[in-house]
Antibody, heavy 123, light 106 residues
Framework: QVQLVESGGGVVQPGRSLRLSCAASGFTFSSYGMHWVRQAPGKGLEWVAVIWYDGSNKYYADSVKGRFTISRDNSKNTLYLQMNFLRAEDTALYYC????????????????WGQGTLVSVSS | DIQMTQSPSTLSASVGDRVTITCRASQSISSWLAWYQQKPGKAPKLLIYKASSLESGVPSRFSGSGSGTEFTLTISSLQPDDFATYYCQQYSSWWTFGLGTKVETK
């Protein structure tokens, strides 16, 4: 069965960095586009970043552009989010999520989500 | 950027009720709309994609309709397991979510 397991969250001071990981299993990871989506406490969902199945393209929400970097290691079935220059407003539960269809270069909904890892930015 | 507006933000209903949630896009998104259900402490779950297609394993009491800028999610007969927050998402141009509709017990 498809599993996505996030890790790497924690409490960090403003301006510092953190790297999140998402370990995937139960499917051919290298065939699917992957996303990071976040949810601030008590708030709605915000798409953060996407990486194509082969890592050839990466796109970001304006709120994180220039500070966050999405990457993947298809040999390790793992997705990453490097978060630099963290701000209080980055405090959220960060989910990784999978494109619904393999190999697509078009926009798709997300059919599997991890349980999330919590990032808290506070001095 | 495409903005998504959901209404109502909260809906009070009883088991057996027919429930309808509306989502409006700031510009046409054709049928590139999904609906998710989220329960407290859990990840979102895909219910409907392409506006009206039911995701595998989702009960048939859930249905979606609409195209262009106006969409609805309908639960034909609300069950105890359906009390949750529902989000619409457009995937016509990047990805944007609505602010959510919480379905609570009347």
């Amino acid at each position: 069965q498809v599993q996505l397991v996030e890790s790497g969250g924690g409490v960090v001071q403003p301006g510092r960095s953190l790297r999140l990981s998402c370990a995937a299993s139960g499917f051919t990871f290298s065939s699917y586009g992957m996303h990071w989506v976040r949810q601030a406490p008590g708030k709605g969902l915000e798409w953060v970043a996407v990486i194509w199945y082969d890592g050839s393209n990466k796109y970001y929400a304006d709120s994180v552009k220039g500070r966050f970097t999405i990457s993947r290691d298809n040999s390790k079935n793992t997705l990453y989010l490097q978060m630099n220059f963290l701000r209080a407003e980055d405090t959220a539960l960060y989910y990784c999520a999978r494109d619904q269809e393999a190999g697509g270069a078009t926009y798709q909904p997300f059919d599997y989500w991890g349980q999330g890892t919590l990032v808290s930015v506070s001095s | 950027d495409i903005q998504m507006t959901q209404s109502p933000s909260t809906l009070s209903a009883s088991v057996g009720d027919r429930v309808t949630i509306t989502c409006r896009a700031s510009q046409s998104i054709s049928s590139w709309l999904a609906w998710y259900q989220q329960k407290p402490g859990k990840a979102p779950k895909l219910l409907i994609y392409k506006a009206s297609s039911l995701e595998s394993g989702v009960p048939s009491r859930f249905s979606g309709s609409g195209s262009g800028t106006e969409f609805t999610l309908t639960i034909s007969s609300l069950q105890p397991d359906d009390f949750a927050t529902y989000y619409c998402q457009q995937y016509s141009s990047w990805w944007t979510f609505g602010l959510g509709t919480k379905v609570e017990t009347k």
